[in-house]
Antibody, heavy 118, light 109 residues
Framework: QVQLVQSGAEVKKPGASVRTSCRAS????????VHWVRQAPGQGLEWVGM????????NYSQKFLGRVTMTKDTSTSTVYMELSSLRSEDTALYYC???????????WGQGTLVTVSS | QTVVTQEPSLTVSPGGTVTLTCASS?????????PNWFQQKPGQAPRALIY???SKHSWTPARFSGSLLGGKPALTLSGVQPEDEADYYC?????????FGGGTKLTVL
């Protein structure tokens, strides 16, 4: 069955960077894009960006340009998201999401809580 | 950047019908595409319900349907059940970016 398993919670200080992972299983990894979506406590969903798992191409939300980097490791079917220059407003649950052909975002990871606090 | 607006909250009686909409600041749906709808319950990850305006996933209950209403993507729940109480989000592809709506909190009362 399709699964996206994310890494554990992180606590970081302002100004630091965080790298979180998303391991895919149960399907052909390079056939589907992977997106990252975040949700601040009590707030709605926010698109961060996506990576083409076939060629590594990326598309980031303008809001995160210059601070976010998404990479992949095809040998382990894992996608990574690094967010730098963290501030308290980056405290959120970060989800990875699979995009199937046709634009459907069908499977979601369980989320990684990133807390930014001094 | 495109802003996507949803009704902040709606209330429906059990067995009733309710329609949620998704409006982009650019105007009609032709500026944005691939409408998706998600359901999120407290403490859970979002669950995909509808994609490409009106296509359902294998797990989507039959009472959920997607459409265009006056050019805006819409999600209709017919025969609402108590377990449908949740937050609902739409997602649109606008230009080269994906944009979520602010979400609709649906109360079943």
């Amino acid at each position: 069955q399709v699964q996206l398993v994310q890494s554990g919670a992180e606590v970081k200080k302002p100004g630091a960077s965080v790298r979180t992972s998303c391991r895919a299983s149960g399907y052909s990894f390079t056939t589907y894009f992977v997106h990252w979506v975040r949700q601040a406590p009590g707030q709605g969903l926010e698109w961060v960006g996506m990576i083409n798992t076939s060629d590594g191409g990326t598309n980031y939300s303008q809001k995160f340009l210059g601070r976010v980097t998404m990479t992949k490791d095809t040998s382990t079917s894992t996608v990574y998201m690094e967010l730098s220059s963290l501030r308290s407003e980056d405290t959120a649950l970060y989800y990875c999401v699979r995009e199937a052909p046709g634009g459907t975002h069908d499977y979601w990871g369980q989320g990684t809580l990133v807390t930014v606090s001094s | 950047q495109t802003v996507v607006t949803q009704e902040p909250s709606l209330t429906v009686s059990p067995g009733g019908t309710v329609t949620l909409t998704c409006a982009s600041s650019t105007g009609s749906v032709t500026s944005c595409s691939y409408p998706n709808w998600f359901q999120q319950k407290p403490g859970q990850a979002p669950r995909a319900l509808i994609y490409n305006t009106n296509s359902k996933h294998s797990w989507t209950p039959a009472r959920f349907s997607g459409s265009l209403l006056g050019g805006k993507p819409a999600l209709t729940l017919s025969g609402v059940q108590p377990e449908d109480e949740a937050d609902y989000y739409c997602l649109l592809y606008c230009g080269s970016a994906w944009v979520f709506g602010g979400g609709t909190k649906l109360t079943v009362l």
